[in-house]
């Protein structure tokens, strides 16, 4: 399988010369994914099927035809990578299948990032929102951090060029990262769709997911959010299951690899003690 790709597998087509390609690409990606059965079932949590996460994969191929021109070795480690995390890529929000530069890269999603937050023994709280004209908030870092946020409850106002977000431990601590507007230009301008439908239809969302993903790089993290965040927006053609402990081949550079999603939106609240 090496260097192979989907776009390999059509040798032919008629009339409908699309959809003769698209349905020989997919019956390539199940028949890869089926070759690779007894890896995911290995790396699947309990209540996840092998058949169940192909059956995934192949809904994400034909809502995104780009996956098929991929490097197979990239489709299947990044599906790979979403059974060991425990991540059902797509709709539910929690991982993207990503098609960029004829590879698949796995891209961390906000339901993804506050289901490992809540998987971890201390988490209590996590939020995020935008500050709004008439709102009382004020915010300071050093020795004493504190986070105020007082929304004006009888007008809400348009957003006034900040946006945050905020954990809490059971044990008392605590954390937060707060991003004004040139922050998050600067983040919008590395993303890899930084005119796409996210950022011009929900500003906010995505400002608030870039400040969610700020956060996340300095909280304490569990063996399995470190996972995440070492492959988030990262590209895997090793498909040995110890290759999720390892570093990606390729640096994710600095670019902020969750801001181009937000076509699927961002739920701007999590609820105490609640799950993602």
């Known amino acids: 399988m090496p260097g192979q790709t ?8 008629d009339d409908n010369g699309s959809s003769k390609a698209l349905a020989t690409r997919l019956a390539k990606v199940k028949d890869l994914l089926e ?6 079932a290995k790396a699947l949590p309990g209540h996840v099927t092998p058949d169940r996460m192909a059956r995934i994969a192949l809904t994400q191929c034909r809502a995104t035809p780009e996956l098929l021109t991929c490097s197979a070795e990239s489709l299947v480690g990044a599906v790979l990578t979403c059974a060991q995390l425990g991540m059902e ?3 539910t929000q929690e991982a993207f299948l990503i098609p960029r530069g004829g590879q698949v890269t796995f891209q961390l999603g906000y339901k993804g990032m ?3 937050f809540w998987q971890h023994p201390l988490a209590a709280y996590l939020h995020t929102a935008t500050i709004r004209t008439g709102d009382e908030f004020d915010y300071d870092l050093g020795t004493s951090p504190y986070l105020l946020h007082k929304p004006n409850k009888k007008d809400r106002g348009e957003p006034e060029g900040h946006w945050y977000a905020v954990f809490k431990l059971i044990n008392g601590g605590f954390g937060f990262a707060v991003l004004d507007k040139p922050a998050v230009e600067r983040r919008r301008r590395k993303s890899q769709a ?3 439908f996210g950022w011009t239809s929900n500003y906010d ?3 608030e997911k870039s400040a969610l993903r700020d956060m996340f790089d300095t909280m304490p993290k569990s063996a399995e959010m470190s996972r995440a965040l070492a492959w988030d927006g990262a590209v895997r053609t090793n498909l040995d299951l110890g290759a999720i402990d390892d570093a990606p081949a390729e640096d994710n550079g600095d670019e902020d690899p969750v801001e181009e999603l937000d076509e699927h939106g961002w739920p701007k609240t999590v609820p105490v003690g609640g799950g993602a």
Do not use: R, Y
Not at 6 to 13: E, F, G, H, M, S
Not at 35 to 40: C, D, F, H
């Open 194 to 196: 930084p005119n796409g």
């Open 6 to 13: 989907i776009t390999n597998a059509v040798a032919q087509k």
């Open 89 to 91: 890529p797509g709709p």
């Open 35 to 40: 070759s690779m059965t007894p890896e995911i």
């Open 205 to 207: 969302e995505m400002a």
């Open 114 to 116: 506050a289901k490992l």
